[in-house]
């Protein structure tokens, strides 16, 4: 299940600027542990955001992405609607965090 | 799940989204276009050199002329964390894919952006290595190329 997403969302001129810190490993497959043994990926794969109920963004993260990925975006929107970001790793776990546009 | 139950469904997802690429070409699902795409591009994401992952997102005459801005560090301390941000004034933008040319896999992240969202992504990336970073974009006249090379003093693949 993971740790919340950290996420702030702000209304502007109609447009709403979201940025977004998920919690997460974010192994790359590529380390090695202290006995030698390669460390296997485990990473987000997909995050879905919405805002008052439309699609926003749609992502598809590899293991490339920084260790509690970050997450800047601007879209159409307005004051009190609802972001919600969620995301799937490759091993299934899943999160799903919610906020308020200010 | 096992790691190798992960690499077949990626060759699944692979040659299935090579068939969604041939009705998106032939306009066959112009309703869910986007999300055809954007699981075709899902598939480079298998893709082990920089060429390839290109080819694979169609990219590989992609205008490379000024009108994706890329923006990152020269140089980078730390390979584990690198920011990294696009935007671009074109029209109908709909998908924006980062590369790392020197990573073990090219492709870092593809974004599809619906209707109402701003042409600009910010995301942080992983370089293993000093590598020319590629953002490749599909807007409504095609595909277009930002490229920067970024130098790391500390590699970052080991996180």
């Known amino acids: 299940m993971g740790q919340p997403s950290r996420m702030r ?6 447009v709403v600027e979201l940025r977004v810190l998920m919690s997460h490993v974010m192994e790359s497959g590529q380390r090695r542990d202290a006995s030698g043994a390669l460390v ?3 990473h987000i794969e997909r995050v879905d955001i919405e805002c008052g109920g ?9 293991p490339a992405v920084s260790r509690d990925p970050f997450l800047q975006l601007r879209f159409r929107g307005a004051k009190g609607e609802r972001v919600v970001v969620r995301w799937v790793d490759d091993q299934g776990d899943t999160r799903s965090d919610e906020t308020i546009v200010g | 799940m096992d790691k190798a139950m992960w690499a077949s ?5 692979n040659s299935a989204a090579r068939v969604l690429g041939l009705f998106v070409l032939a ?10 795409q954007l699981d075709a591009w899902d598939a ?9 992952a290109l080819r694979a997102l169609g990219g590989e ?3 490379a002329d000024g009108q994706v ?18 935007t671009t004034a074109l029209p109908g933008v709909s998908l924006i894919a980062l590369l790392v040319e020197h990573n073990p896999g090219p492709l870092a992240a593809v974004f599809a952006l619906p209707p109402g969202t701003e042409a600009f992504i910010s995301t942080r990336l992983k370089m293993a290595e000093s590598s020319t970073v590629h953002a490749l974009v599909r807007a409504e006249g095609g595909l277009f190329l930002a490229r920067r090379p970024v130098r790391v003093i500390q590699g970052g693949c080991a996180g």
């Open chain 2, 44 to 52: 480079a994401f298998a893709n082990r050199d920089f060429r390839s």
């Open chain 2, 9 to 13: 469904r990626r060759r699944l997802l």
């Open chain 2, 61 to 63: 005459g992609a205008a």
């Open chain 2, 69 to 86: 801005q890329l923006d990152g560090p020269d140089m980078a301390e730390n390979g584990a964390v690198v920011p990294f941000t696009v």
């Open chain 1, 9 to 14: 969302a702000v209304e502007s001129g109609g």
């Open chain 1, 54 to 62: 439309r699609s926003v963004l749609q992502a598809r993260l590899g």
């Open chain 1, 40 to 42: 296997p990926a485990h």
């Open chain 2, 27 to 36: 306009g066959a699902l112009p309703g869910h276009e986007a999300r055809a």
